[in-house]
């Protein structure tokens, strides 16, 4: 896929310096510009690079001014790191603008879906499945029987999504994701072994949720397990059955929620965090990583630790932590000097 600077400035509302028709296939670091490339320049601190760089194209701000020679053209805008942005967002809107049934895959009876649906070949689409308009579905994906999926989402190759879930508009579901999977349940029984008890719930994502690559999303033992609007769940999370994660809540890779535990809005829950079941976190909640909670957290409080406890009470107590083999020897030398 190639761009000319002309029409990556008509993109921008840039202007051109230097020539229009030059043409990029790849985007690359300005230090790692090679021909055939598009960078940008934003932080002064790589300005030296601009005329080293061997980028084609290079986005600067309307104030740049060169010093010296320079070989790339440039494409001049108000902020160029936004600009840049902006220019990636629709690279990969451009990149992901597929259409069409491929072959061979398998939609099943009683299935509607919107306009421009991509589903990738070896893809299965269950009994009664509502599918919005511009979905994406990659190739080797799984949804099962009774799944909704509103307007302009994505799942990428491998995902499985089990049946009676409901997903919302512009959701995201990368490599590897398993949503409505049973929860786990089960009874011990007079002669100790364990018996499943059916998980007959379902999972319903709510609008604007990004799921990184290979998280699980255990449906509900009765009822739901609820994803609210605009929560980003990082890779390699669990989520048990009957979970709630509350509005714009972001979790990191490797945290575990175990089931029955409400989460509240605008949380920021960093990586490696265990979470007891049947808890409640409140909203604007801190958890550093690596934190294990086991109690009820208050709305706004930053914890950390395992087990969390406040995040400023533990910066201090660690100090003591890391002396404390001399604490100790102190100890032990005033014992002896009052003997």
């Known amino acids: 896929m190639k761009f000319t600077a002309a029409q990556i400035a ?8 230097g020539n229009p028709d030059a043409e990029v296939f790849k985007l690359a ?5 090679i021909e055939g490339s598009l960078t940008f320049l934003a932080n002064p601190k790589y300005a030296n690079f601009i005329y080293t760089t061997e980028a084609t194209i290079t986005i600067v701000n309307n104030t740049f001014e060169p010093e010296g020679e320079i070989k790339t053209t440039l494409i001049k805008v108000e902020d160029a790191y936004q600009s840049f942005s902006k220019l990636l967002e629709y690279y990969n809107q451009v990149k992901l603008m597929k259409s069409g049934i491929e072959e061979p895959s398998v939609i099943s009876e009683n299935v509607t879906y919107g306009e421009q649906l991509y589903l990738g070949s070896f893809s299965y689409i269950g009994k009664n499945v509502v599918i919005g308009n511009n979905v994406k579905i990659y190739p080797n994906c799984f949804i ?3 799944v909704v999926i509103g307007d302009n989402c994505i799942f990428f190759a491998g995902v499985r999504i089990y049946s009676e879930t409901e997903i919302g508009n512009n959701c995201n579901f990368h490599s590897g994701v398993i949503i409505g999977s049973d929860g786990f349940g089960f009874a011990p029984t007079d002669d100790g072994t364990f018996s499943k008890i059916p998980q007959i719930g379902n999972v319903i994502i709510k609008d604007n949720v990004d799921v990184g690559a290979n998280t699980t999303i255990d449906r509900a033992t009765l009822g739901s397990t609820i994803i609210k609007n605009g929560v980003k769940l990082d890779n390699h999370i669990q ?10 809540t972001v979790i990191a890779a490797q945290t575990g929620i ?15 965090v265990g979470i007891a079941g049947h808890l409640t976190i409140g909203n604007n909640v801190r958890v550093q ?20 406890f406040n995040y400023g009470d533990y910066s201090k107590s660690y100090v003591h932590f890391r ?17």
């Open 289 to 308: 990583a690596q934190s294990g909670i086991g109690k009820n957290i208050a709305d706004g409080e930053t914890i950390q630790g395992s087990p969390a």
């Open 239 to 248: 989520i048990a059955h009957n979970v709630e994660i509350g509005e714009n």
């Open 144 to 146: 099962g029987d009774n």
């Open 258 to 272: 175990a089931g029955s535990t409400k989460i509240g809005n605008n949380c920021l829950i960093g990586g490696q």
């Open 323 to 339: 002396n404390l083999p001399k604490i100790v020897a102190d100890i032990e030398e005033l014992k002896k000097n009052t003997n």
């Open 10 to 17: 008509g993109i921008l509302e840039g202007e051109v310096v």
């Open 29 to 33: 670091k300005i230090e790692e510009g």
